[in-house]
């Protein structure tokens, strides 16, 4: 679209938007769900089984993300119950994987109600916000790093410099270690990348790309917008979605524009806790991102957010 004006671009993004949906955010709560992945091979299974599970369910996959506790799925499907399926069959078939380990899940809070995307704005949000995931919780991560998720397929890289195998030419034992049981016939298109199913297998990264009017407009979604992500956090029951350094500069501009003071640690100690309950409140900042900005003792921040510690 490089050589198409901005309003032809945005054209363009909106009737594909208004031709390929209804689009859903399928996301666990990250605040009362047990860890689920706790290393490598976890991850490798989650990931094969997202693949499967999208598949059987007939979601059209345009972003994920998984996490250690939760998962963020950006889907099309032409009804709510593709969804509600999908996640009825990745709960059961990953406690039978944990089973099958010699440990148990507790998968009761594993549960979501898919939230309808309405408008193409919301649908690019949605992605980016599932793109930020990773790497808000860990610093040494990037939204092009993490290989848990879709990230790396936006605008990151030539997926063809990828070096992959098709799932279905695998000798049988390899494609059952993979999928941790009975082997089954996949699409044709199911590529095999790091010991499990590669993400490009069932994200349709192309077309969730052209909802962007090009790279410049994605990067910026995913450096911007705080309120917006507030907002999902809040919905989808994340427990952070900012880095420290977003966090301080939502800070800074709160600290100038309320008190005219630049440095949110050289508030008031009245105006630091008022801060406080801010960043707590609106942004959903984790008790040790309020103590490392604002300079407060830990203990004062715990008293103020039992729940949060």
Not at 97 to 116: H, M, R
Not at 239 to 253: I, L, N, Q
């Amino acid at each position: 679209m490089k050589n198409l004006s901005f309003y032809d671009q945005e054209a363009y993004c909106q009737n594909l938007f208004d031709r390929k949906g209804p689009f859903w955010h399928i996301a666990t709560p990250g605040d009362s769900t047990s860890i689920l992945f706790t290393n490598p091979d976890d991850y490798r299974f989650g990931m094969s089984l997202f693949a499967v599970c999208a598949w059987e369910c007939n979601l059209k996959v345009y972003a994920f993300q998984i996490m250690s506790n939760h998962l963020h799925n950006i889907a099309g499907a032409s009804e709510e119950q593709c969804c509600y399926d999908f996640l009825e069959s990745y709960s059961h078939r990953l406690m039978r994987y944990a089973s099958n380990k010699g440990y148990e899940l507790d998968l009761s809070t594993f549960v979501a109600s898919p939230i309808e995307i309405d408008s193409l704005q919301s649908l690019r949000n949605n992605i980016v916000y599932t793109h930020r995931n990773a790497y808000v919780i860990d610093a040494s991560q990037t939204p092009f790093s993490c290989p848990w998720g879709s990230g790396p397929l936006y605008f990151g890289c030539d997926i063809n410099e990828f070096a992959s195998r098709k799932f279905n030419d695998l000798p049988y034992r390899e494609k059952r270690m993979i999928l941790n049981g009975r082997v089954k016939d996949l699409p044709d298109t199911f590529v095999v990348r790091n010991s499990c199913i590669a993400p490009e297998s069932i994200c349709d990264w192309r077309t969730g790309r052209s909802f962007f009017r090009d790279a410049h407009q994605y990067f910026n979604l995913l450096g911007r917008n705080f309120e917006a992500y507030a907002e999902f956090a809040s919905l989808l029951k994340d427990k952070s979605f900012m880095t420290d350094a977003e966090m301080y500069s939502a800070a800074c501009v709160v600290a100038k524009q309320q008190y005219n003071i630049s440095v949110p640690s050289l508030l008031p100690s009245e105006a630091k806790l008022e801060m406080a309950r801010k960043l707590h409140f609106d942004y959903r900042a984790g008790n040790n991102q309020i103590r490392r900005i604002l300079k407060i003792d830990i203990d004062t921040v715990n008293a103020m957010f039992p729940s949060a510690r």
